[in-house]
C-alpha cells in the first residue's frame, strides 16, 4: 500500500502553473483575434474565415447565434460518431494502423514503465521536472482545456468575433465526442494503471474503477483534442508543433506519473487527435457549402430530424 501512495503522489498545482495556463489562453486568443486583420491573413491558414460570418446578418442577436452553434454541433456529434458507416479502405486501414500502433507496444509497456520510473528516481523531484510534468497534466486536465474552449466561446461571442467564438466551439466539441469515446472505451477494457502493479495484461472487462481504466488515457485525449483543434484553426505551423509538443508533454508525463502505460497514451492521443481533425474538417466543409452559395444543415431535434437550407447570396 505504501508503494501505491507514492505512485500516486504528483507534484502541487502551484500559482506558477496556473498562470502558465492563463497564459496559453490569453496567447490563443490573442493570436485568433489578430488573424482578423489583413497582415497575419497572409501567414496564418485561410480555415480561420468562418462559415457564420456568411450566413448570419452583422447584427445577429446572441440568442440565434448560440442556437445556429447548437444546431452545428449536434450535426458534427452525429457525422462524428457514425464515420464508420461512411469508411473508405484508407480509413479502415489508417483505424487499424492506430490500433496496431498501440497493440505493439503492449509487450513493451512494463519495460517502458520501468525506465520511467529509474527516470523520475534519478531525476529527484527536481523544480524543472516536475514543474514539466506538472503542466502537462495540467493542459491534460478537461477542466482546464474545456475551460479554455469555453473561455475562447465566451471571448468571441462577447467581442462578436466568430473566429474565436467557432473555434470555442469546436474545440469543446472535439472534448466531448473524443472523450464519450475514450470513456467507453476505458469501462469495456477495465485495464489496470500500473500504480496497482498488476503488470501490463492485467484486464478486467467493464469497470467504472478509475483504478482500472487506464486504456485508453483521458488526459493524452483531452490535450490532443485542444491541441488539434487550435493549431487546425490558427494554421501556423510553428505554433502548432508547439501545440502538439505540449500535448505530448502531456502524453509523458501520464507515464512519469504511473497512472498509463505508453500503450494507453498512444491510443488516447490519436483518438483526441482524430476528433479535433474531424470536426475541423467538418467547419471546412461547412465553409465550402456555404461559400459555395448552398449548405444543408441535419440535426436531431425532440420530435425527429431538423432541416436547414442556407444560401449564400449573390
Not at 154 to 182: I, K, S, W, Y
Not at 195 to 202: D, H, K, M, N
Not at 225 to 245: D, F, Q
Amino acid at each position: 500500500m505504501s508503494n501505491t501512495r507514492l505512485f500516486l503522489n504528483v507534484a502541487p498545482t502551484t500559482g506558477a502553473h496556473l498562470y502558465a495556463v492563463i497564459a496559453v489562453f490569453l496567447i490563443v486568443t490573442y493570436t485568433l483575434c489578430k488573424a482578423q486583420s489583413t497582415s497575419l491573413r497572409d501567414t496564418l491558414s485561410p480555415t480561420l474565415v468562418s462559415a457564420e460570418q456568411v450566413m448570419q446578418p452583422a447584427q445577429a442577436d446572441i440568442g440565434t447565434i448560440i442556437l445556429q452553434d447548437f444546431r452545428h454541433a449536434l450535426n458534427d456529434a452525429g457525422m462524428y460518431f457514425t464515420a464508420p458507416l461512411r469508411f473508405q479502405a484508407k480509413d479502415w486501414l489508417l483505424a487499424a494502423g492506430t490500433l496496431g500502433a498501440s497493440a505493439s507496444l503492449l509487450p513493451l509497456d512494463e519495460s517502458i514503465n520501468s525506465v520511467m520510473l529509474r527516470n523520475r528516481s534519478a531525476a529527484g523531484g527536481t523544480s524543472v521536472v516536475g514543474t514539466a510534468a506538472e503542466i502537462g497534466r495540467l493542459y491534460g486536465e478537461l477542466w482546464v482545456s474545456g475551460s479554455i474552449g469555453a473561455g475562447l466561446y465566451v471571448v468571441g461571442l462577447a467581442a462578436q468575433n466568430p473566429d474565436v467564438r467557432v473555434t470555442g466551439r469546436l474545440a469543446l466539441e472535439a472534448l466531448a465526442f473524443g472523450g464519450a469515446l475514450n470513456i467507453t472505451l476505458k469501462a469495456l477494457f477495465g485495464r489496470s494503471r500500473p500504480y496497482l502493479e498488476e503488470g501490463a495484461f492485467a484486464f478486467r472487462p467493464v469497470q467504472i474503477t478509475d483504478s482500472r481504466m487506464a486504456f485508453p488515457s483521458g488526459h493524452a485525449t483531452v490535450a490532443f483534442a485542444m491541441s488539434a483543434v487550435l493549431a487546425e484553426r490558427i494554421g501556423n505551423p510553428w505554433i502548432g508543433a508547439g501545440l502538439y509538443a505540449l500535448a505530448g508533454l502531456t502524453a509523458v508525463s501520464r507515464l512519469y506519473h504511473t497512472q498509463h502505460w505508453a500503450s494507453d497514451v498512444v491510443l488516447g492521443a490519436a483518438i483526441g487527435a482524430g476528433a479535433g481533425l474531424l470536426v475541423t474538417h467538418l467547419e471546412r466543409q461547412r465553409i465550402n457549402a456555404v461559400s459555395t452559395g448552398q449548405q444543408v444543415l441535419i440535426y436531431p431535434t425532440l420530435t425527429g430530424l431538423g432541416v436547414t437550407v442556407y444560401f449564400a447570396g449573390r
